[in-house]
């Protein structure tokens, strides 16, 4: 990408956001105050790929009614699913079907935080919120090759929606890198996630940098980022990430890399 592509492609993003704005503020059907800020923080990633423009779909779907429908669905299934998931059990976490995946609620998704620092979002039961967090495929990979035991509910799919996108998305990419982490050939160092020219928006600077990026597994299984050949940091050590604007930007470069798709 030449300065000139660099540019023009930081114009094309920033007038998306216009248009986002303005289809908000004319339709209302986003009350959550939270999505401005969920969408200027996707918006920075490098390329205008699937993250924004899925966010955008959805946004133009969205409208009032399904709104309130989705709400409504929230608050029927919620209460239900944390009363199935407080039944006895000796497993460490309790996971049910959802929508196309699994989740964890409530106690059970704050104890993967605890347990792999996977990112909690949030979900309203109709009276106050409480915990969320999807579990892919690769997240349950993780659960069968670690040491705590879980449990699936059997029940019929739950379709709830949780409007906490930028948390959703960063559990996701987390459970991928972590599969990387947990199941790639340990006689090998610095497994390579990532490579090639990225846009980092430089915080308090109000300019972005067009670097080079490379993202790797060392041997003590940290993920570590390379910017520019000689700035280095860890994005992942053990169960603590880097979740600041910078990290994030690189956590869903990792992420695209790897298919995880903004849902």
């Not at 960063?170 to 982490?181: G, K």
């Not at 940091?233 to 790897?258: P, T, V």
């Amino acid at each position: 990408m030449n300065q000139t592509d660099y540019l023009t492609l930081n114009a094309l993003k920033r007038k998306l956001v216009e248009i986002y704005l303005a289809h908000a503020n004319r339709t209302r059907s986003l009350a959550n105050p939270s999505m401005t800020a969920v969408l200027e923080q996707l918006f920075l990633v490098d390329s205008l790929d699937g993250t924004v423009v899925e966010l955008m779909k959805w946004k133009a779907a969205m409208t009032e009614e399904r709104w309130r429908d989705a709400c409504l669905q929230n608050r029927r299934s919620v209460p239900k699913i944390l009363e199935a998931c407080d039944a006895p059990s000796e497993a460490h976490v309790i996971l049910f079907p959802c929508n196309d995946g699994l989740a964890a609620l409530g106690s059970d998704a704050d104890r993967l935080f605890e347990l792999f620092g996977w990112q909690t979002a949030c979900i309203s039961n109709g009276s106050e919120d409480v915990s969320f967090v999807p579990v892919s495929e690769y997240g349950r990979m993780v659960l069968d090759s670690s040491k705590y035991s879980y449990k699936i509910l059997d029940m019929p799919v739950a379709t709830i929606t949780s409007f906490s996108f930028n948390e959703c998305q960063t559990a996701r990419c987390q459970q991928l890198i972590d599969s990387i982490r947990l199941l790639r050939d340990k006689s090998e160092d610095g497994n390579l996630l990532l490579t090639g020219d990225l846009s980092l928006s430089v915080p308090m600077s109000g300019y972005d940098r067009l670097v080079s990026v490379k993202a790797g597994i060392d041997s003590k299984d940290r993920l570590v980022v390379v910017i520019d050949e000689h700035e280095k940091w860890f994005l992942a050590d053990g169960y603590s990430w880097r979740l600041d604007n910078l990290g994030m930007q690189i956590l869903f470069a990792i992420g695209r890399k790897g298919g995880i798709t903004f849902k």
